[in-house]
């Protein structure tokens, strides 16, 4: 039976048939703490080396000419690890933000955050709104951060909005997502050899490849990124069709 593919799925665009250049990228940090414990190491390290990957990654990004770099890095289910782990997730976010803001404001990427950061603290709140509104106007790049994010909750939420508008439909339920503004998800890759999408970008990810590898996210390189666009490219994207 021939699947349907929906107007955001245009299979004439760029994203489609071998050869294709990936426009949007999503990636499943995993692996942090089995990389601190594989090194008889805090989990807080194997997560501050993480960070650093993110850094190198979404650095790549922009050069490799990404539209949309979407990066998971605090699920709503994460508030059931320990408080001194959250807490130390919460200064490295701190720690990314004012280390690296004047980065993305010289290079025209723009920040988006998906998920409710507003559950935060006051403090990482308003630095992270001081981020989106100082990179706001820039066009290049755009490096999502899925905080404090849960897809299924999202979908949810979206067909509320949509229901209050009119009719439910996957277009009017699409047009209300935390993602509705970046091109469709392409390529999502999961690091740590782990293989599933842990309440991530569900809906975007209906026609999206997937793309996992061994490698712990502390470890994962500009270069594995080239290699996973590779792969993107060789495959061709049928959309339910023949």
Do not use: C
């Not at 760029?14 to 090194?39: C, E, L, T, Y």
């Not at 922009?62 to 709503?76: D, H, I, N, P, V």
């Not at 061994?214 to 080239?226: C, I, M, N, R, S």
Request: aromatic share 8%.
């Amino acid at each position: 039976m021939a699947g349907r593919v929906s107007p955001s799925h245009d299979t004439s665009g760029p994203g489609s048939g071998k050869g294709a250049q990936a426009r949007h990228v999503a990636i499943i940090m995993d692996g942090n703490g089995r990389w601190a414990k594989k090194r008889h190491l805090p989990r807080a390290v194997g997560h501050k080396r993480g960070v650093d990957a993110v850094r190198e990654v979404a650095r790549a990004a922009r050069t490799m000419g990404l539209e949309a770099l979407t990066l998971y890095a605090f699920s709503t289910e994460n508030w059931r690890r320990p408080e001194d782990e959250i807490g130390a997730l919460m200064g490295l976010l701190k720690s990314f933000i004012v280390s690296d803001l004047d980065e993305f404001a010289a290079n025209n990427v723009r920040l988006k955050i998906i998920g409710d950061y507003k559950a935060f603290a006051p403090d990482i709140v308003a630095m992270v709104e001081n981020a989106l509104a100082r990179t706001a106007g820039n066009d290049g790049t755009t490096l999502v951060v899925a905080l404090n994010y849960g897809s299924q909750a999202e979908i949810a939420n979206a067909a509320a909005r949509a229901a209050a508008k009119g009719a439910i439909t996957p277009e009017s339920i699409e047009a209300e997502l935390d993602t509705a503004d970046l091109p469709p998800l392409d390529l999502l890759i999961r690091t740590s050899g782990e293989v599933r999408l842990s309440n991530f970008l569900l809906w975007q990810a209906a026609y999206a490849e997937m793309w996992f590898t061994e490698v712990l996210w502390p470890d994962f390189k500009p270069a594995h990124l080239q290699e996973a666009l590779d792969a993107f490219a060789r495959r061709e994207r049928r959309y339910g069709g023949r």
